[in-house]
């Protein structure tokens, strides 16, 4: 099998870091959520390859070896949006399948819907289909200690990571995330006081795993990432028709925290979320975290090429 190859791609005003292997003319675009990079996807890519497919991950403008924006506190969903079309263009992709995972469910979709001559399908993991905008969640049935409030008040987070090192606030949060449980800190506490340093990793990320992390957001810092997804959550995306008609598939982890915010497991179980995506596969993994894709590759490579093989392109 070759190897992952590196390059960056002039997208818009900065350039992206991209990671690539496989080759052929059915592309899959793989987007990366928080506290993750493009390595998040290291165990799909090669799947996907073997598979016979071309498989592409990027750092997201503002996260590890892509340009900051020259103006970080202004960026949104829709600069993500048009970076994945751009990205297209300058590859000269005139179609792909988009993977998101996390955050990266939501430009996923969104790609989908504004541009779907350009999209053969979508898979989500951990995150179903939302419109960035003030009810993207109901944030006034969180907790005020819920970590997503928490990391939206300007200043807050910065202090809170800023008084450890970049690998411990990546090594805090992933343990944080693969537990079932939503993060919330009390009054007296930060969200970095949820994790005892005695903590091990989760057994499926490695010391080695989490140096590449570090590494990746020494170099970008936490200040684009903030803004995009968590500050920017609630600005409204112009989309007056927010239907999907490409195939789609959601894989959920039952252990996944993100089913506990607040009507969310209805909004898949009950189907509603199949009002904006009809042609919706959901597959439940029993003992799925968050980060599922790490957690359990196998599984999940086994259901992302059954997906791209049953689509024509």
């Known amino acids: 099998m070759e190897k992952i190859k590196h390059s960056h791609v002039a997208v818009r005003d900065v350039k992206l870091h991209v990671a690539e292997i496989g080759e052929g003319p059915k592309v899959v675009v793989f987007l990366h959520g928080f506290p993750e990079i493009w390595y998040t996807w290291r165990h799909q890519m ?3 390859a073997h598979a016979g497919y071309r498989a592409i991950a990027l750092d997201s403008r503002g996260y590890g070896l892509s340009d900051q924006p020259l103006e970080p506190e202004k960026g949104s969903f829709a600069d993500l949006v048009e970076d994945v079309v751009a990205l297209l263009d300058a590859l000269g992709i005139a179609k792909a399948f988009l993977v998101g995972k996390d955050f990266g469910a939501l430009p996923a979709y969104l790609v989908a819907a504004v541009k779907p001559d350009r999209i053969c399908g979508v898979i989500t993991l951990g995150i179903p289909f939302m419109l960035p905008g003030p009810s993207a969640l109901p944030f006034h049935l969180f907790p005020k200690g819920f970590y997503v409030l928490r990391w939206q008040e300007p200043g807050r987070a910065e202090a809170d990571f800023g008084r450890l090192d970049v690998k411990t606030v990546i090594r805090n949060i992933y343990i944080l995330f693969s537990r079932s ?16 340093e005695s903590t091990p990793l989760p057994p499926w990320f490695s010391e080695e ?27 409204e995306y112009p989309l007056a028709e927010p239907k999907l008609s490409a195939p789609a598939l959601l894989i959920m982890g039952e252990k996944d925290y993100v089913l506990k915010f607040p009507g969310m497991e209805d909004y898949i179980r009950t189907g509603q979320v199949k009002h904006f995506v009809p042609n919706l596969d959901i597959t439940f993994m029993r003992e799925g975290s968050h980060f599922v894709h790490e957690q359990l590759p196998e599984q999940v490579n086994s259901l992302i090429v059954d997906f791209l093989n049953k689509q024509s392109i």
Request: proline share 7%; no cysteine.
């Open 181 to 196: 449980e939503v993060p919330v800190a009390s009054d007296d506490q930060e969200i970095m006081d949820l994790v005892d």
């Open 209 to 235: 795993d989490l140096a590449t992390y570090a590494s990746l957001y020494e170099k970008s810092g936490f200040r684009f990432p903030l803004q995009v997804p968590y500050r920017s959550l609630g600005r």
């Open 46 to 48: 090669i799947g996907v």
